[in-house]
Structure formats: structure tokens, C-alpha cells
């Protein structure tokens, strides 16, 4: 399946043609650990965001409420965070309610690249 979107990784955006295309940009991780990925079309528009095997997403849609991958079994407090670095390499503590494996993160960016929506597998919150 060809899909044309944009692909920003980090600072630099470039033009993504299909699923193999998406999952060798996905690959690529700063200092060897992070990354950070838009698939950027106007909207809506998600973000993965990796810190090794953690990851997180952050979905933007064209109208409501942004949301965020949502981690159902966490027990910890608000203030429990893990540290990504965001698309400026900038870093940011996210909480850790959000963080989800890198795996189960990236097949729901796929997904979301593929049909535009989001993926039943993940809670969003």
C-alpha cells in the first residue's frame, strides 16, 4: 500500500511513499536511543516519541481534544516521568502514564499512516 505523507524526524522532513519507507525512517534514533517522529499532513496529526524501548504517543486532531497513548497498567503518581527529547531535541519529562513500548507505539503510527485514524490497541487518553 502507497500512501504520501510527510515524515518529520527530528528537524528534518521528508516525503514518506510507503510502509517500507515509513518503518526504515522509524528506525533512525539520536545518540542511540531517541526519537522523534510527525507524520505531518495539516491535520490531524501524531507524534511517536522514543526513549529506547519506551515510547509515547501524541495525537493532534483537526477539532477536540488532543490526546495521548495511554498506559493502563501504570500505578504511579503525576509526577512519575520519563525523559524524551521532543522534535527541537529538546529535552521534555513526560509522564510516565502515557509511556507504552517502542514496538506496540510504532505499529500504531504505522496504522495511523496507513487508514489516517487510530489504532484500537492503543488506550488514548
Known sequence: ???????????????VESERMLRDALGYRHEGKYGAFWLVEEEPMLALFINDQDACLFYMPESGENKWSQNRNFNGSEEDTLNFLIENY???????ETVITTQKATEAFIYFYLSKQLSNDIEWM
Open 90 to 96: 529538546q529535552e521534555d519529562d513526560i509522564g510516565k
Open 1 to 15: 500500500l502507497y500512501v504520501n505523507m510527510k515524515l518529520q524526524i527530528f528537524l528534518e522532513e521528508i516525503e
